[in-house]
């Protein structure tokens, strides 16, 4: 009786702490992405050394009140999943860590650069923002989308470079080595500044053959940015008709990322819906 009634509590814990297609999970995310910006924001505002040395005192207990309450988090998603070492050496769980050890550091080192540094070490808690439920969901949706068009895009990429590489071999051969064509990298740079629309305007062809190359590699450029977008387009769409609400992390070890027609954790093997 009392090993069901624990196995209960601690679905129903994490539920709330990991899923967010809930009311309780979705209030968690809420208030737990309210912290986040808050705590950010104390530490940003510490950084201003006028109101550092008036709130400073202010500042500190206010981060100290967060760590607590991160603290009371991560210890709550340790208890919630069968194998919390999973979790720890998760790529979010040492987010968590690390985001959590400064504060605590602090005091035992004090001195001025070092607290710097802590300061700096904490603003990795932004990264929680990812983790969340709603968030997690469409960060999910949007890999398998990237996914099926990585290979789309490397070809696309490696067609543009080698089309960077023939237009500033061609540029240097028609500038004759002037106005900063001085070689052939140098020309492969403005190659890439040119088609990518960026126009640094560093190196600038002067002959009028020069500034016909130039006007080809612009229109090159318009006409090439829609291609990668097209690709990405086709393939979060091919990822919309494979959605599949399904929960956002196994109860057993909190992996993520399972497939769309899911049953078992592929990590573990352990039920995501039991």
Known sequence: MASSTTKHWRFRLHEIIY?????????????????????????????VESLHKEYGNVFSTIEWVFTALFTIEYTLRLISI??????????LGIIDLIALIPSY??????GAQSLLVFRALRLLRVFRIFKLGQ???????????????????????????TLTVILG?????????????????????WAIVT????????????????????????????????????????DLAMAARQKKELPESCPNCSSEG???DALFCKFCGSSLYS
């Open 19 to 47: 899923e967010s297609n809930t009311p309780a999970g979705k209030a968690f995310d809420v208030a737990l992405l309210f912290a986040i910006f808050t705590s950010i924001m104390v530490i940003m505002l510490d950084s």
């Open 82 to 91: 069968r194998t919390p070492i999973k979790y720890v050496f998760s790529l």
């Open 105 to 110: 550091l602090s005091i035992f080192f004090v």
């Open 135 to 161: 968030f997690l969901t469409e960060i999910n949706f949007l890999k398998l989308a990237l996914k099926g068009s990585v290979r789309k895009i490397s070809i696309f990429l490696l067609t543009v470079l």
């Open 169 to 189: 071999s061609i540029m240097y051969l028609v500038e004759k080595r002037e106005n900063g064509f001085s070689n052939i990298p140098e020309s492969i740079y």
């Open 195 to 234: 088609i990518t629309t960026v126009g640094y305007g560093d190196i600038s062809p002067i002959t009028p053959m020069g500034k016909f190359v130039a006007s080809v590699v612009m229109l090159i450029g318009y006409a090439i940015i829609a291609v990668p977008t097209g690709i990405l387009t086709h």
């Open 258 to 260: 399972h497939d769309s």
